[in-house]
């Protein structure tokens, strides 16, 4: 796992660039949202600096994992297709500061540090790419849901008209 650790703002400054694969399973947080705990991850981290001069990186995560349908409750394959800039900032202050600067909400600001672990960076990218409630674009089996749709709705009032 040590691979997975820089230091961000020398990689940044170096313009440099990593790229792997990691399985879903090797990513706990991740893991516990998968149907099945299969699939793998491709990501790809670029170092550089933004048009202010401020540390970045560009992190790019690509990969299928398993999700449980919340409709019909059977698993089925999600694409997960991110990119994400990254601001570095030396500390919480500076991070406040920088992020009032862009005023982008399309580029992040984090505090850089000499052990950066570009797993957990890749795995919230995966995490913040998943649809918080996961579900097919058409369910594979429809049965259960037409037959609920064909139960006649009896109103709790049918009962008074026997009364009258």
């Not at 793998?40 to 600096?49: E, K, P």
Request: net charge negative; with cysteine.
């Amino acid at each position: 796992m040590s691979a997975f650790v820089i230091d961000a703002f020398e990689f940044a400054r170096n313009k440099e660039r990593r790229e792997g694969e990691i399985a879903t399973a090797d990513l706990g947080r991740l893991a516990d949202e998968s149907a099945d705990r299969s699939g793998t991850l491709r990501w790809t981290l670029v170092g550089g600096a933004d048009h202010l001069g401020h540390s970045q990186l560009t992190l790019s995560v690509a990969g299928s994992m398993q999700l449980m349908c919340q409709r019909c409750l059977t698993s089925f394959a999600f694409e997960i297709s991110s990119e994400s800039v990254l601001v570095l900032a030396k500390n919480e202050e500076s991070a406040d500061e920088i992020d009032a600067l862009l005023d982008n909400d399309e580029i992040d600001v984090i505090v850089g540090s000499k052990a950066l672990n570009i797993a957990e960076l890749v795995e919230d990218e995966a995490l913040l790419a998943l649809p918080l409630s996961p579900k097919h674009p058409v369910c594979p089996d429809q049965s259960a849901l037409d037959a609920l749709k064909n139960v006649k709705e009896v109103s709790p009032f049918a009962m008074l008209k026997n009364l009258k």
